[in-house]
């Protein structure tokens, strides 16, 4: 018997180097073989470019070959966070490689040939969620464990008060975005759909994909001449009120849309630079899709660069104050696409007192800006809620758990190969065995996308959440804004096969419900579409328990197979900024723990009695892992995710060494809690002389023997684990 156990990017990656060994020596004892797939960015960039290495820097397919795994029953994979890449982190990436030896292609923001433009899209295959798509066949059950809910009401972190005449907001666009603009159709039969762009009745194919019957497809459009006018009055109206001016996108999941919504922010918040050096950004190859850091490189080679740069700083002084990413370095909100993910940078935002930070590092009431109106509500219903509540008190709120649409690549997330930025005035449509069925007409640089949701996916989400809603006696509110025309369709799906069973509310009231009933200790179950989804298991978990990295996450996959997900991987870029400056990881591996736990669950399930073992060890563990409060400190010198890892192998073996069930297993398992034991002060001290100082982890986006060896620097814990 396998588990896939996935090796991702950042803080992720550091802490499998750590906990991988402790996993397979353990899991060998179920019988289980514990196999490792990199999908880590830089292995999906050489594996996509074969060609250009050398025989033995060629590295296999690993998403693709999961991405067959997840089809099948049995299938056993647990995911850790990987980054879903902007066009500067593959950048950086490549440069990393290149520096390497290894001899992959620059990416050609505008290809002048055909061998360019292969290669940009090649590289459109790792850009932006590239992995997640592929591995979840299966829709998302999330939520937080007894265990780690408890020990968050006792624990709870430390809230900031929210003052209610704050004036911080969230605004959105009411009118010509994609809300707005959206149709859907229901197919009526297997066939084929194709995507046209109509110019001067000249009909040009775009896209061709498959349809089933009772699909459910969706086309609309942001009018980006509207979107311009929203941002300036958002900015003036920030300068007139002495907030922040603050974006949230999702650049690195919305790969083709987002980082078109992001440049025109950016080019309409320094509209007066665009224009007075249009022709110097030009020459320079600037693209606003990237942000300012690629902007502010590519003008230290400019003849105009002081000129640019004074100019720069003048607009910063006088327009609307930005938030910032780093006030520090003067990192702004504006810097990179992927700096700033709207379903962790909005959560932030509201656990602070809904306030970011300016240039000099002061917290300031800010205008949350999130374009598009379809999922911007549930924020500003978190604000008024706390109008009139108050801040979230963690320490006596219930949980909202989600049940998530997300299979085969259901709605916005499976969109980006059928977005496109309108090259002219035209008409676009899809047609249906040669009749339109949805028909748009955009303006030059409108953005246009199509979204499909599969008729096997759906039902298999109804029946996910009243399975949810039966097992847990927890209220389900189905999150469907029937003024959406997708969503109405959908509804009338719920209310087709379940009646009027469940409420089925738009996401601001659903929000607003949902806050009243974990306000009262209760929990409760949303049942959303796949974007909510993402930016509810962000949402709920950081106001409930302060992260979202110690939440379940199970995707019980079509054809029988399952997916266990480890949690977010927001912050994982700062850990591993206090890593290369003193060797300390704060990354907390409780979301890896319980995947295990569940994935050994699900192995028992297949008449593995070992498994079953190692399971209820494993929730033991966790159990006195919680209550020992052996979670990484964000302090040097103090517990880290290595560890954590220790101490919870210690629970581990110590519970596995009492246990009766299974003889070989308590026989062998005394030994190894015998020798742990005896030894904890000592491997407690080695962890902690290795802390403190810089450390060379041999790359950020390509990490080996050198990060290995840092990440496992206890000469006696890894004795043990190697005796196992």
Aim: hydrophobic residues 40%.
């Amino acid at each position: 018997m396998s588990i896939y156990y996935t090796f991702t990017d950042e803080s992720p990656a550091l802490a499998t180097f750590s906990f991988l060994p402790i996993a397979k020596a353990f899991l060998k004892y179920a019988n289980i073989d514990v196999k490792v797939a990199d999908i880590s960015l830089s292995a999906r960039i050489l594996a996509n470019f074969g060609e250009y290495l050398k025989p033995e820097q060629r590295v296999d397919d690993a998403l693709a070959m999961l991405g067959e795994l997840v089809k099948k029953d049995g299938a056993n994979v647990i995911k850790t966070p990987n980054i879903s890449a902007s066009i500067p982190q593959i950048k950086a990436c490549i440069k990393e490689l290149q520096e390497k030896g290894y001899n992959v292609p620059n990416y050609p923001d505008e290809p002048k040939n055909d061998e360019e433009r292969k290669i940009k899209d090649t590289y459109a295959k790792v850009l932006g969620s590239a992995v997640n798509p592929v591995l979840r066949q299966g829709n998302s059950d999330r939520r937080s464990t007894r265990a780690v809910k408890e020990y968050a009401k006792a624990n709870p972190y430390k809230t900031k008060a929210f003052s209610k005449d704050s004036k911080s907001c969230v605004t959105c666009m009411s009118s010509d975005d994609f809300f707005s603009n959206e149709k859907a159709f229901k197919v009526t039969s297997n066939s084929k759909a194709i995507i046209y762009k109509i110019v001067n009745n000249v009909k040009t194919e775009l896209k061709s994909f498959d349809v089933v019957k009772d699909e459910i497809i969706d086309a609309t459009f942001m009018n980006v001449a509207k979107l311009d006018e929203f941002y300036d009055k958002q900015i003036e109206y920030c300068k007139k009120e002495n907030i922040l001016f603050s974006l949230h996108l999702k650049a690195t999941m919305m790969k083709v849309s987002d980082p078109v919504l992001f440049a025109h922010a950016l080019k309409v918040y320094f509209k007066d630079l665009f224009a007075e050096f249009s022709d110097e950004f030009t020459k320079l190859g600037v693209n606003p899709n990237n942000g300012l850091k690629e902007l502010l490189a590519k003008v230290e080679n400019s003849s105009k660069k002081d000129e640019i740069l004074k100019r720069y700083n003048e607009i910063l002084n006088t327009r609307a104050p930005i938030s910032m990413v780093n006030s520090d370095n003067g990192i702004t909100n504006l810097h990179v696409p992927s700096d700033v993910i709207v379903d962790a940078s909005m959560p932030a935002m509201l656990k602070n007192g809904a306030k970011l930070w300016d240039k000099n590092g002061d917290e300031m009431d800010t205008n949350a800006v999130i374009p598009d109106q379809t999922y911007a509500t549930i924020y500003q219903a978190v604000l008024d809620d706390m109008r009139v509540n108050g801040a979230i008190n963690p320490s006596k709120v219930g949980s909202v758990s989600n049940v998530g649409l997300m299979a085969k690549k259901a709605q916005e997330y499976g969109s980006h190969d059928k977005t496109f930025i309108a090259d002219s005035d035209a008409t676009y449509v899809v047609e249906i065995d040669d009749k339109v069925v949805l028909s748009h007409n955009v303006k030059k640089g409108d953005i246009y996308r199509v979204n499909q949701a599969k008729p096997d996916a759906i039902e298999n989400w109804i029946k996910l959440a009243e399975q949810r809603c039966a097992d847990s006696g927890e209220e389900g509110i189905f999150w469907l804004d029937e003024k959406r025309a997708s969503n109405k369709i959908l509804a009338d799906l719920v209310r087709d096969r379940l009646g009027n069973k469940y409420l089925i509310l738009n996401p601001y009231d659903a929000c607003k419900k949902s806050l009243e009933i974990i306000r009262s200790g209760k929990n409760c179950i949303s049942i959303t579409g796949n974007v909510l989804r993402d930016y509810l298991t962000d949402l709920f978990p950081i106001l409930e328990l302060g992260t979202s990295a110690k939440m379940l996450s199970i995707v019980p996959m079509l054809n029988g197979g399952a997916m266990f997900e480890t949690g977010a991987g927001g912050s994982a870029p700062k850990q591993v900024e206090q890593v290369m400056v003193e060797n300390h990881l704060r990354w907390d591996s409780l979301g890896e723990f319980l995947a295990l736990q569940s994935s050994l669950e699900y192995e028992a399930k297949k008449n593995n009695p070992k498994a079953k073992v190692l399971a209820e060890a494993f929730d033991e563990a966790i159990s006195m892992y919680l209550e020992e409060n052996k979670a990484p400190s964000r302090k040097v010198k103090e517990n880290d995710n290595r560890t954590s890892h220790f101490f919870f192998a210690k629970y581990l073996a110590n519970s596995l060494a009492k246990q009766d069930a299974d003889k070989e297993i308590q026989v062998k398992f005394m030994e190894v809690a015998d020798k742990i034991n005896a030894n904890s002060d000592k491997i407690f001290a080695e962890y902690m002389q290795a802390e403190g100082k810089p450390v060379d982890l041999g790359g950020y986006y390509d990490l080996g023997e050198k990060a290995d060896k840092l990440m496992r620097p206890s000469i006696t814990f890894n004795d043990i684990i190697k005796s196992i």
